[in-house]
């Protein structure tokens, strides 16, 4: 199961076991808050006082129903709606030491024979004085009110259900607390603050939502910075060019409205203004050629890269053998150093020829024609790796104003999806530039 299915789950699997445990809690205290109550309970019925009191009330209730109905022995049958209504109450009748009736059996007739002996229960009894002066005996018993019992039921279930709402609720709101921070956070994010780092915690959907939005958020940043890079560099381009743009051109002007006045001496020195307005022209073009590379690197790409394959030999064979043939016409010494080659790559010959161009233009202006020029190749890791090294001309920097070639070279190598990375180490400069292998070809 990969990361993000598990973190899908989780806080599905979080709320499951928030509400077990909340279950399990309510649960644990409505049985402990019943037996309790029935502890208590049982321990105030328990007591001698209670059952005494238990009694004579009942015995009162009885007196009473005797003097409001007033029962006689005519009509003794009465007290058999009396115990019907004493649901708590076994009460035994008795006249003489004949049962009359019970509470449970409710009357006996004549004719029936009574198998309840005087106190065979084993139950006190009192005598009991109707409303003409007769005396009967009532054996009785109280019960405790099942009623009670109910209610001790719905106790335990009031109080294990309001555990279980308040613990659910209090683990739910820590997750609720989260994401009402999050909404602050991005209220904040969306004032213009995107400096604010938004908080991540847990590992769950809710982190995954906190993990995008931080992650748009450096990725807004990341396009902001780039957005002003380019702006800083389009502002130094124009006011470098502007500046080298301005001298040449006042000169060839200036040398343009000599000719057309015809104020030179001999033909000499007429060719000599001729030569002049030339060296101004050629400048202005390089000058225009780097306003073009500028573009490429910052300016929105049309140009379709035509590829086409090639093997890494001829590559390598062609850059030792022709590209730097001028470095060698004019005094310097090339070394290669080249393994076995057996892969084949895919470039654009214009847009590669422009970054040996780009190359052969810095050797011509910092390279040392003292000290040789190394090449090196070699492929690893599916990738084939050419190294560029030479001596910089002493009191001379390779850095440029903005460094506009260097990055034409890592954009066109970024297209071939490849690399293109530079360094200044003491008197040496390192290029080194990597293409992706296709394959290799057979031997």
């Given at each position: 199961?990969?990361?993000?299915?598990?973190?899908?789950?989780?806080?599905?699997?979080?709320?499951v076991?928030?509400?077990?445990?909340?279950?399990?809690?309510?649960?644990?205290?409505?049985?402990?808050?019943?037996?309790?109550?029935?502890?208590?309970?049982?321990?105030?019925?328990?007591?001698?006082d209670?059952?005494?009191?238990?009694?004579?009330?009942?015995?009162?209730?009885?007196?009473?129903?005797?003097?409001?109905?007033?029962?006689?022995?005519?009509?003794?049958?009465?007290?058999?709606?009396?115990?019907?209504?004493?649901?708590?109450?076994?009460?035994?009748?008795?006249?003489?030491?004949?049962?009359?009736?019970?509470?449970?059996?409710?009357?006996?007739?004549?004719?029936?024979?009574?198998?309840?002996?005087?106190?065979?229960t084993?139950?006190?009894?009192?005598?009991?004085?109707?409303?003409?002066?007769?005396?009967?005996?009532?054996?009785?018993?109280?019960?405790?009110?099942?009623?009670?019992?109910?209610?001790?039921?719905?106790?335990?279930?009031?109080?294990?259900?309001?555990?279980?709402?308040?613990?659910?609720?209090?683990?739910?709101?820590?997750?609720?607390?989260?994401?009402?921070?999050?909404h602050?956070?991005?209220?904040?994010?969306?004032?213009g603050?995107?400096?604010?780092?938004?908080t991540?915690?847990?590992?769950?959907?809710?982190?995954?939502?906190?993990?995008?939005?931080?992650?748009?958020?450096?990725?807004?940043?990341?396009?902001?910075l780039?957005?002003?890079?380019?702006?800083?560099?389009?502002?130094?381009?124009?006011?470098?060019?502007?500046?080298?743009?301005?001298t040449?051109?006042?000169?060839?002007i200036?040398y343009?409205?000599?000719?057309?006045?015809?104020?030179?001496?001999?033909?000499?020195?007429?060719?000599?203004?001729?030569?002049?307005?030339?060296?101004?022209?050629f400048?202005?073009?390089?000058?225009?050629?780097?306003?073009?590379?500028?573009?490429?690197?910052?300016?929105?790409r049309?140009?379709?890269?035509?590829?086409?394959?090639?093997?890494?030999?001829?590559?390598?064979?062609?850059l030792?053998?022709?590209?730097?043939?001028?470095?060698?016409?004019q005094?310097?010494?090339?070394?290669?150093?080249?393994?076995?080659l057996?892969?084949?790559?895919?470039?654009?010959?214009?847009?590669?020829?422009?970054?040996?161009?780009?190359?052969?233009?810095?050797?011509?202006?910092?390279?040392?024609?003292?000290?040789?020029?190394?090449?090196?190749?070699?492929?690893?890791?599916?990738?084939?790796?050419i190294?560029?090294?030479?001596?910089?001309?002493?009191?001379?920097?390779?850095?440029?104003?903005?460094q506009?070639?260097?990055?034409?070279?890592?954009?066109?190598?970024?297209?071939?999806?490849?690399?293109?990375?530079?360094?200044?180490?003491?008197?040496?400069?390192?290029v080194?530039?990597?293409?992706?292998?296709?394959?290799?070809t057979?031997?």
């Amino acid at each position: 199961m990969s990361i993000e299915k598990k973190k899908k789950r989780k806080l599905t699997l979080e709320l499951v076991l928030m509400t077990v445990i909340s279950l399990i809690a309510g649960v644990f205290v409505a049985q402990l808050v019943e037996d309790i109550s029935l502890q208590l309970m049982m321990q105030k019925i328990g007591s001698d006082d209670y059952y005494e009191r238990q009694t004579q009330d009942c015995l009162d209730r009885l007196l009473n129903f005797i003097t409001s109905n007033q029962v006689t022995e005519q009509n003794i049958e009465l007290l058999a709606s009396w115990a019907q209504k004493e649901s708590n109450v076994y009460v035994v009748f008795y006249r003489d030491v004949e049962a009359l009736f019970s509470s449970n059996t409710i009357f006996f007739t004549e004719d029936e024979e009574v198998a309840i002996p005087l106190n065979g229960t084993g139950l006190p009894y009192y005598d009991v004085s109707l409303f003409d002066g007769t005396i009967i005996k009532a054996e009785l018993d109280c019960y405790m009110d099942p009623h009670l019992f109910y209610l001790v039921d719905i106790a335990g279930y009031m109080m294990g259900g309001i555990v279980f709402v308040m613990l659910l609720f209090l683990l739910i709101h820590q997750k609720i607390r989260y994401i009402n921070r999050l909404h602050q956070e991005l209220k904040i994010l969306g004032s213009g603050n995107l400096e604010y780092t938004v908080t991540i915690r847990g590992n769950d959907e809710i982190t995954g939502l906190a993990e995008g939005i931080e992650n748009l958020k450096n990725g807004i940043l990341d396009q902001q910075l780039m957005k002003d890079e380019a702006e800083k560099a389009n502002m130094e381009l124009v006011t470098a060019m502007s500046h080298d743009l301005r001298t040449p051109l006042t000169s060839l002007i200036g040398y343009l409205e000599l000719l057309t006045m015809q104020r030179y001496e001999d033909e000499a020195q007429m060719q000599k203004y001729l030569e002049h307005c030339r060296e101004k022209a050629f400048q202005l073009k390089k000058m225009s050629d780097r306003l073009f590379e500028y573009f490429l690197v910052y300016g929105k790409r049309d140009y379709q890269y035509q590829f086409h394959t090639i093997t890494c030999e001829n590559l390598l064979e062609d850059l030792c053998n022709s590209q730097f043939f001028d470095w060698q016409e004019q005094g310097g010494t090339l070394i290669c150093q080249i393994d076995a080659l057996s892969g084949i790559i895919q470039v654009d010959s214009e847009y590669l020829q422009r970054v040996i161009d780009n190359l052969i233009s810095n050797l011509k202006k910092y390279g040392d024609l003292n000290q040789p020029l190394e090449i090196m190749a070699y492929e690893k890791d599916q990738t084939l790796s050419i190294r560029i090294c030479n001596h910089i001309k002493p009191m001379h920097s390779l850095k440029e104003s903005t460094q506009i070639g260097l990055r034409t070279c890592q954009r066109i190598m970024g297209e071939h999806k490849g690399s293109f990375s530079w360094s200044q180490e003491g008197e040496y400069f390192i290029v080194e530039l990597t293409f992706p292998l296709l394959c290799f070809t057979k031997r």
